[in-house]
């Protein structure tokens, strides 16, 4: 229990940090199995590579797969084979990403760009848009040119000069690729609205607290027919971070037997929900859940619920990632 308080006081924090993806993304999260062969094989040499995994911006990217490969192997060279110290690599990429207000790319590049030696302090001085403090002299020579370059859309001789003496000609232009590279990378994360688990550029609370109105909320259609859902806080496919997300059950909808790989805390929210355990579907064999009611579905538990004669809503929260996974009669996952 104390770890559920936890997360959800997390979870409620971030309602007003998810407020702008609460629609979700544009594009929607290609499965390998729906693939072309032109996709297919773009995204085999992304996950093969030194990225390790199709993250980011290469959901949205895969529908033109061309783009992608041409995408994706100039974006392994400014990640992996740039010219410049990695700590300042990564700099400018922060740098990007915050003057796009680009939420994902500063989640995923942050702790990278401490990783490899950025100070805190001229971390959190760019995410709250001021000239860091403490940057040392090349820092301030790649921070002096990107913002120029972001804001200005040129450099003054001085500026050019301060890199060009540090890192050279390579240098210079591998500083404008990683702006350039990162500038396309934000923007269809932009578009796309794709979610990041924290909004770490938001700066600090100007409100007591964040509300996100019944109204507001835009349910879309689950994996089961008669079944809606919206998530309201958080990401569902972020490991280690908290979602809430809100199940609606129209009346006499049911979903087949399944598990879910995480635990999941459920708040009645409407009407009785009925939920029942195994592998073999039996709608007689239920337990009623009134509204109001609290319950606790544990991690890898095979169980089958809905609505009978009335309009079921749950609110539920846990730990992500997230999966529903459908089993056969026999409890196996099914294929």
Known sequence: MKAYLGALAAALVSLGTTALAQDGPRFRPLSVSELNDAQRKVYEEIAGGPRGGVRGPFNALLRSPQLTDRVQRMGEYIRFNSSLPPRLNEFAILITARHWSSQYEWYAHHPLALKAGLAPGVASDLAQRRRPAAMQD????VYDFCTELHERK?????TYKAVLERFGERGVVDLIGVSGYYTLVSMVLN???HPAPENLLAGPPTQVMNIVREADIKFQPARYPGIQSAVISGNLTSPGQPYVQRNKFSPGTFSPPHFHPETRYIVVLKGTWWVGSGPKWDKENTTPVPAGSF?????NQIHYDGAKDEEVVLQIMGIGPSATIPVDESGQPKR
């Not at 090349?138 to 020579?141: I, P, S, T």
């Not at 040129?154 to 001085?158: I, K, M, Q």
């Not at 319950?295 to 991690?299: E, L, Q, R, S, Y």
Request: charged residues 30%; hydrophobic residues 55%; aromatic residues 6%.
């Open 191 to 193: 578009v796309d609205r």
């Open 295 to 299: 319950v606790v579905h544990h991690a």
């Open 138 to 141: 090349d820092e301030a020579a």
């Open 154 to 158: 040129f450099v003054s001789d001085a």
